[in-house]
């Protein structure tokens, strides 16, 4: 069973429009995770972080985490064409520590 | 503050050699974690230096090898390459405070094993 698990897509998702990005983890004791965009070509950028159950908003993204339910997501709203990306969801599976599992990232496509 | 930086950015090596890549973090970050990309494999670790000392090691041979200075540049090394090894190489440093656990990439060194 992979540690991370996401839905590889491709997501294709009208301008304006809500895209949900969606992840499973394994290691029920993580507790720190992240959501990476990452541009063809480019290296992966951090778009958000999520410590505790809830969600969190930041601008037009918003990331929910559920450790009961072993869950994290990733909501972007009035979605652009510049949203069009790969997105990685980590998890950091080291206590007082780094070490990041991805999952195989979600190809995101915005149609204008 | 400038980013992390990574020398070089293109490399090209024949199998059997050994190549050094090189990382700089964000000016204060003490934690630097190297990762490795292929499109097969995606983004897997390989190990994480903070303060000089190695504090996690992912699940690659004895051929992978890295190091941390007292700046907190560090340096990743792959023995006797194979054509597998080809990849984009990503380091990304974190400040290593328990309280963020946030980690912020460099461009990449793009590594390809002829």
């Known amino acids: 069973q992979k540690e991370v698990e996401q839905n590889s897509g491709p997501l294709s998702v009208p301008e304006g429009a809500i895209a949900s990005l969606n992840c499973t983890y394994s290691?029920?004791?993580?507790?720190?995770f992240f959501w990476y965009r990452q541009y063809s070509g480019k290296s992966p950028e951090l778009i958000m972080s999520i410590y505790s159950n809830g969600d969190k908003e930041d601008g037009r993204f918003t990331a929910q985490l559920n450790k009961a339910s072993q869950y994290v997501s990733l909501l972007i709203r009035d979605s652009q064409p510049s949203d069009s990306a790969t997105y990685l969801c980590?998890?950091?599976?080291?206590?007082?520590?780094?070490?990041?599992?991805f999952g195989q990232g979600t190809r995101l496509t915005i149609n204008p | 503050k400038a980013g992390v930086t990574q020398t070089p950015r293109y490399l090209i090596k024949t199998r059997g050699q050994q190549v050094t890549l090189s990382c700089s973090p964000i000016s204060g970050h003490r934690s630097v974690s190297w990762y490795q990309q292929t499109p097969g494999q995606g983004l897997q670790f390989l190990f994480e230096y903070f303060s000089e000392t190695q504090r996690n090691k992912g699940n690659f041979p004895g051929r992978f090898s890295g190091r941390q200075f007292s700046n907190s540049r560090s340096e990743m090394n792959v023995s006797t390459l194979e054509l597998g090894d080809s990849a984009l190489y990503l380091c990304a440093s974190s400040s290593g405070d328990i309280s963020s656990y946030e980690q912020y990439f460099g461009p990449g060194t793009r590594l390809t094993v002829t």
């Open positions: 980590a998890v950091n599976v080291s206590w007082g520590a780094q070490k990041l599992v």
């Open positions: 290691d029920r004791g993580s507790q720190s």
